[in-house]
């Protein structure tokens, strides 16, 4: 079964640093382009960061850029989102998910971060 | 503000047909193709068209999608109860802040 797992969320005051991480199976996840995407309570669907299949390529919406950062172990079969400095407004279900021709087309259950004094 | 606009709200009855449209500009729909997802609460959005008309295996052909220009429309026949969901459209955006963009998200009713 095609599966990513999420762990890592948590809650944490403004400013600190946490690391998500994304577990995956079920197929070749070193072919695959991958990416973070965020859902604040009650709001849209938000992207955060992509990853090309061998890091070469990296790429990040600008609410976060230089405070994220995104990476994957394709022997470990993971993707990992460091997120420093975070904000209130970083409060979100963050989803790991998998590229598939102009889609994207596996998501995994998601993760709760949440920024709050 | 969402890069790609979609109206916030559609209804129809069953049985009926429904389309949401997904605005956008050259930088994004208009130059890449479109997706669109279906999220029920609390769970994760699962893809229903790529490709601007592609279904992934196991969605109903009850679903399509199309592009024209800088716009996309999802349509969705013979309505059911279980349709009843947030629909978002999503492409990327190939500006100088490349990256995925997606609609605000529609909330289907079913009537």
């Known amino acids: 079964e095609v599966q990513l797992v999420e762990s890592g969320g948590g809650l944490v005051k403004p400013g600190e640093s946490l690391r998500l991480s994304c577990a995956a199976s079920?197929?070749?996840?070193?072919?695959?382009?991958m990416n973070w995407v965020r859902q604040a309570p009650g709001k849209g669907l938000e992207w955060v960061s992509s990853?090309?299949?061998?890091?070469?390529?990296?790429y990040y919406a600008d609410s976060v850029r230089g405070r994220f950062t995104i990476s994957r172990d394709n022997a470990k079969k993971s993707l990992y989102l460091r997120m420093r400095s975070l904000r209130a407004e970083d409060t979100a279900v963050y989803y790991c998910?998998?590229?598939?021709?102009?889609?994207?087309?596996?998501w995994g259950q998601g993760t709760t971060v949440t920024v709050s004094s | 503000q969402s890069v790609l606009t979609q109206p916030p709200s559609v209804s129809a009855a069953p049985g009926q047909k429904v389309s949401i449209s997904c605005s956008g500009s050259?930088?994004?729909?208009?130059?890449?193709?479109v997706s669109w997802y279906q999220q029920f609460p609390g769970t994760a959005p699962k893809l229903l068209i790529y490709?601007?008309?592609k279904r992934p295996s196991g969605i109903p052909d009850r679903f399509s999608g199309s592009k024209s220009g800088t716009s996309a429309t999802l349509g969705i026949t013979g309505l059911q109860s279980g349709d009843e969901a947030d629909y978002y459209c999503?492409?990327?955006?190939?500006?100088?802040?490349?990256?995925?963009?997606f609609g605000g998200g529609t909330k289907l009713t079913v009537l």
């Open positions: 050259s930088s994004n729909i208009g130059n890449n193709y």
């Open positions: 999503g492409t990327w955006d190939s500006s100088l802040s490349a990256g995925w963009v």
């Open positions: 998910a998998r590229d598939f021709a102009y889609g994207i087309d596996v």
């Open positions: 990853i090309s299949s061998t890091s070469s390529t990296t």
């Open positions: 079920g197929f070749t996840f070193s072919t695959h382009s």
């Open positions: 490709d601007n008309n």
